[in-house]
């Protein structure tokens, strides 16, 4: 809640597309602009060659709660996460129509096994598997990423799409630089004050933004960001300042966010809509930017699960994390049958316990109607959090 | 059901089987003397496996998965996966995983009863899942040895491409070798690595001949439960060996044999007498109950004819071999075409190919809940190949190595409907 309109009225202009589900603001950007729009999976793809080339990337995280469920199902056994299932069913029932393609970065079986599917579901479109390397040396696995964002760049051409040129990619560099800074501001503020930011506020704007163009989103960005700040109805509350990790790839429910919230978590980092982020500083603009893009990856990006960790120790990255954001506990949030955050979970625990850092575990469906259990059980951690920290 | 077509035989062992017994004993013979002896040991995984690479370095290899299955056999792995559960592994994820990792804890007792050494490498080549990765990462805290990473591209678009070729082989010059050569003291041998891929060849053309025996009708082998202990050798540590080679020209020989004499597959219970369906099969056994499995496919003659599982540590039935003229290269292009690193199109292609190639008369998808790499797609896979090929096929769903999902009662009545709807059909259409 917050006493300023404009803050209001953002939020809910973000609320609205989290809700449009049927990328009804894609629709409207093609209609204006004559543009390809392409659909991406979590986690993250280079955004900055497809608006080098003139294409809309439109961030797709799956299906929220009041998505009927009517084919989805049909295609996925019940021990398999619920992302694909809901992407399955916003396909066959034309939310995806506005969509020229779709790119399926390689995290994992689920992720790959779904590209091949689309393929056969959807023939008419280009479907592209992002086979991201994990040999992060520049020679092997960085010419081979670069190879593979040329193919793409060359398919988006043969779809229409305006060819790549250095310029134009440089200048869509500089404009997601400006785009990540804002949102590592963002979470800044929220490290710093996470009253002004609440989480489920945050988060639906990062939503938000994977379905409108760079320029619009960094306007947001900008303006949460200065009213947020600004307003001064928000105020500290007696709150447990809480990491959350593992829903990098299916997303929590906005409802389970609140819950947590409301439970008496200040939500301090978390790995939601990390495309966003998953990079973590600027990319140079001088220079070949396809390569920088390239090394982008290879040594700046975060230590996802999905990601090969060769020679650092595995959860030096979340306890990292955890001691800049000033975190007192860690929620261990991840989605049902989720490999990649679940095979993890067991290292990034013994990683927290080196710190002393307490840290509890749930998990969940993005269809999730029911948070009481989790109610309880974050609030329980949150007030043992505050009990300890008050001694 | 009419007249049980199996035939009970006396318990006769092939002079394969033997064999193959006695490569495996001596196998971790020495896996077991290799703490004393200074032998090195690389633990790594069945699809991709660089096995001829391994033995031109002498490394001996060790197999997770392998030893997964095998402790599932001995009744072991209820006990493994609850320990590894209780140190903090989700019920969700794979189980040959926290089998393995609670056989470690438990000792770390290898199928023959012998301790296993530890690994002086962690060879991860992880073909086909992504699983495998973070199960080194699991290993390597427990072990903190060396680690190579060998990442193989996947098949997105059904084919194998230049630019995937070149960075396996990048890896294996840059990363692999070197790796093994700082672990062993050695250097690399080109052509110690070439009489291995050799001798891979060599076995590999009697193994599709085994396998493509099914063609026949009756089928002399069961090409998915029976299969199992014809890729044994091959997937595992001795492709590239003389023993392999002789294993499989001995076992070509004993098929060629029941060719000959018109004879069914053999199974645990006996000889199957009356071939009365023959099916192809995608996805894994349960190996917690496998006997039972196979005998509730036996028990009512249906032998399977091909199946998918058996190409998850190489699909050479489609012509590829490794060629010992292009050492690198061969070794790349391998690791790229194991089967679950094939596309979901192109899987469909294969199983729609077998169908018809094996005469078979439906499809049984046997959906495990561990593996993502197999299971995700496969309704999809069953309504796909159902339409093109036009023959019925079956869903069932089990586990590798957990007991706690092997619903033997359901799983029994799912395959008999299954059966009787075959049957139903095949009188439909001669009336
Ligand atoms: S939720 Fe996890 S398992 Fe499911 S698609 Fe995403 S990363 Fe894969
Ligand atoms: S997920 Fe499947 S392929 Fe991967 S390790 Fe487990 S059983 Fe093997």
């Known amino acids: 809640m917050s006493e300023d309109p404009r803050l209001t009225a953002l939020v809910d202009r973000a609320g609205a597309l989290f809700r449009d589900q049927a990328l009804a603001a894609v629709r409207e950007w093609k209609a204006r602009t004559g543009g390809l729009a392409v659909g991406f999976l979590p986690i993250y793809v280079p955004r900055e060659l497809l608006h080098a080339q003139g294409v809309l990337p439109v961030g797709l995280m799956g299906g929220r709660p009041d998505l009927e469920i009517i084919k989805g199902d049909a295609y996925y056994q019940s021990y398999i996460c619920h992302l694909p299932r809901s992407t399955v069913e916003l396909g066959l029932n034309g939310s995806y129509d506005a969509l020229d393609g779709l790119i399926f970065p390689a995290i994992c079986d689920v992720i790959r096994n779904l590209s091949g599917m689309w393929q056969m579901l959807f023939p008419k479109v280009l479907v592209h598997y992002l086979d991201v390397p994990q040999n992060f040396d520049p020679a092997i696995g960085g010419a081979f990423y670069r190879r593979d964002l040329e193919s793409l760049s060359q398919a988006l051409e043969a779809r229409g799409a305006r060819a790549l040129t250095a310029a134009a990619l440089r200048q869509s560099i500089a404009l997601y630089n400006e785009n990540r800074r804002l949102v590592r501001e963002l979470y800044a503020l929220r490290r710093r004050e996470p009253w002004k930011v609440p989480t489920h506020e945050l988060y639906v704007v990062l939503r938000a933004a994977l379905l409108v163009p760079v320029e619009e989103s960094t306007t947001m960005f900008a303006e949460y960001l200065a009213l947020a700040s600004a307003d001064r109805s928000r105020r500290p509350q007696d709150q447990a300042r809480v990491l959350v990790t593992g829903s990098f790839c299916e997303q929590p429910p906005l409802a389970l966010i609140k819950t947590l919230e409301r439970a008496g978590c200040y939500i301090v980092d978390d790995d939601f809509v990390q495309v966003h982020r998953f990079i973590r500083s600027d990319i140079p603009v001088d220079g070949d930017p396809l390569q920088s893009i390239v090394d982008a990856l290879l040594t700046d990006a975060v230590a996802s699960p999905t990601r090969y960790i060769a020679d650092e120790v595995k959860g030096a990255d979340l306890n990292q994390r955890a001691a800049e954001s000033g975190a007192e506990g860690v929620l261990f949030c991840a989605a049902s049958f989720c490999d990649p955050a679940l095979l993890d979970q067991p290292m990034a625990v013994r990683a927290v316990e080196r710190t002393a850092i307490p840290w509890t575990a749930f998990k969940y469906a993005e269809n999730n109607g029911q948070f009481q259990v989790i109610r309880e059980q974050a609030g329980t951690f949150a007030d043992s959090i505050k009990l300890w920290s008050g001694a | ?431």
């Open chain 2, 1 to 431: 059901m009419s007249a049980a077509p199996i035939v009970a035989t006396t318990a006769h062992k092939d002079s394969s089987q033997v064999r193959q017994k006695e490569m495996i004993a001596r196998h971790f013979d020495r896996l077991a003397a290799a703490p004393d002896t200074g032998t090195r040991c690389a633990y790594t995984f069945v699809p991709g496996n660089l096995t001829e690479l391994l033995l031109s370095f002498d490394v001996l290899p060790v197999l997770p998965e392998i030893n997964a299955l095998q402790s599932a056999m001995r009744g072991k792995t209820a006990e493994y996966i609850a320990a590894a559960e209780k140190l903090g592994h989700s019920e969700d994820v794979c189980t040959y995983v926290k089998s393995d990792i609670g056989m470690m804890k438990s000792g770390n007792i290898g199928p023959t009863g012998q301790r296993l050494p530890s690994p002086d490498l962690l060879l991860l080549s992880y073909t086909g899942c992504f699983t495998f990765m973070k199960w080194f990462e699991l290993l390597r805290e427990e072990y903190h040895c060396p680690v190579a990473m060998l990442h193989v591209p996947y098949q997105a678009d059904g084919r194998i491409t230049d630019s995937m070729r070149t960075y396996v082989v990048d890896q294996l010059k840059n990363v692999v070798i070197p790796k093994l050569e700082e672990v062993t003291g050695r250097q690399y041998d080109e052509d110690r690595l070439r009489a291995h891929l050799a001798r891979s060849a060599q076995a590999e053309d009697d193994l599709v001949w085994v396998l493509q025996s099914a063609k026949n009708v009756p089928s002399p082998i069961d090409a998915y439960f029976g299969a199992v202990y014809y890729v044994g050798p091959i997937f595992s540590a001795f492709r590239g060996t003389a023993d392999a080679v002789d294993y499989y020209r001995e076992l070509r020989e004993e098929i060629a044999g029941r060719i000959r004499q018109g004879k069914g597959p053999v199974t645990p219970d006996g000889e199957v007498e009356r071939e009365r369906f023959r099916i192809v099969v995608e996805g894994p056994p349960n190996w917690t109950s496998f006997r039972q499995f196979w005998k509730m496919f036996a028990d009512e003659g249906a032998v399977a004819v091909a199946s998918t599982y058996s190409k998850v540590g190489g699909v050479y039935d489609l012509g590829f071999r490794h060629d010992p003229d292009h050492p690198l290269e061969t070794l790349a292009e391998y690791c790229l075409g194991c089967y679950t690193n094939l596309s979901l199109p192109t899987r469909i292609d294969l199983l729609t190919r077998y169908l018809s190639e094996y005469r078979a008369d439906g499809f049984l998808i046997n959906s495990v809940k561990s593996c993502n790499s197999f299971s995700a797609g496969q309704l999809h896979i069953l309504r796909e190949v159902e339409a093109r090929s036009g023959r019925p096929g079956g869903f069932i769903e089990s586990d590798l190595v957990d007991p706690r999902y092997f619903s033997a009662a359901n799983i029994k009545n799912r395959l008999e409907s299954y059966f009787q709807m075959l049957d139903q059909k095949r009188a439909g259409a001669s009336s």
